[in-house]
Antibody, heavy 119, light 110 residues
Framework: QVQLVQSGAEVKKPGASVRVSCKAS????????ISWVRQAPGQGLEWMGWIDTYNGNRNYIEKVQDRVTMTTDTSTSTAYMELRSLRSEDTAVYYC????????????WGQGTLVTVSS | QSALTQVASVSGSPGQSITISCTGTSSDVGSYNLVSWYQHHPGKAPKLMIYEGSKRPSGVSNRFSGSKSGKTASLTISGLQAEDEADYYCCSYAGRSTWVFGGGTKLTVL
């Protein structure tokens, strides 16, 4: 059974950085991309970006592209999402999710990581 | 890249059918038959219910069906059950390994 297990909740001050990890298991990590999606309190899901786990190619949405970096460690089948210069509006649950073999559908999701930005 | 448009809430009684629509643009829903639908219970991971517009993953009830016409995709749930109460999100592939989600629809089973 495909599993994506994310790191635990974080509390950060404005201006700090956070790194969320996502460890994949029970599938061949480099054969599937990883997307990151977030959900702010009371809001809908927002796709943030994608990384090709095979070659490291990535796309980010414009609103975070200057502050986000998505990476992978293929030796441990782990994806990472780092967000810098945190603002209160970055408070959200962050999900990693696998992109299926077609490359077009996000199929399996991690359990989510709550990141709270507060002074 | 703007969010896809979904009605905020919909409700139905057990046994009834409901349809949730998802309207996009010519850059996403209108260009690709690659809309997926997710069921999201608060505090849990979203679950894929429909992909590529109308396909059901293994294990998803055939009470869930999807369709698309032009720039609007739809999710229909027939024979509503109490456990269907959740938030539902559409998501469209938008080209060059980018995706866009809808704002979500809260389904209440009366």
């Amino acid at each position: 059974q495909v599993q994506l297990v994310q790191s635990g909740a974080e509390v950060k001050k404005p201006g700090a950085s956070v790194r969320v990890s996502c460890k994949a298991s029970d599938y061949t990590f480099i054969n599937y991309g990883i997307s990151w999606v977030r959900q702010a309190p009371g809001q809908g899901l927002e796709w943030m970006g994608w990384i090709d786990t095979y070659n490291g190619n990535r796309n980010y949405i414009e609103k975070v592209q200057d502050r986000v970096t998505m990476t992978t460690d293929t030796s441990t089948s782990t994806a990472y999402m780092e967000l810098r210069s945190l603002r209160s509006e970055d408070t959200a649950v962050y999900y990693c999710a696998r992109v299926d073999s077609s490359g077009y559908t996000v199929d399996y999701w991690g359990q989510g990581t709550l990141v709270t930005v507060s002074s | 890249q703007s969010a896809l448009t979904q009605v905020a809430s919909v409700s139905g009684s057990p046994g009834q059918s409901i349809t949730i629509s998802c309207t996009g643009t010519s850059s996403d829903v209108g260009s690709y038959n690659l809309v997926s639908w997710y069921q999201h219970h608060p505090g849990k991971a979203p679950k894929l219910m429909i992909y590529e517009g109308s396909k059901r993953p293994s294990g998803v009830s055939n009470r869930f069906s999807g369709s698309k016409s032009g720039k609007t995709a739809s999710l229909t749930i027939s024979g509503l059950q109490a456990e269907d109460e959740a938030d539902y999100y559409c998501c469209s592939y938008a080209g060059r390994s980018t995706w866009v989600f809808g704002g979500g629809t809260k389904l209440t089973v009366l």
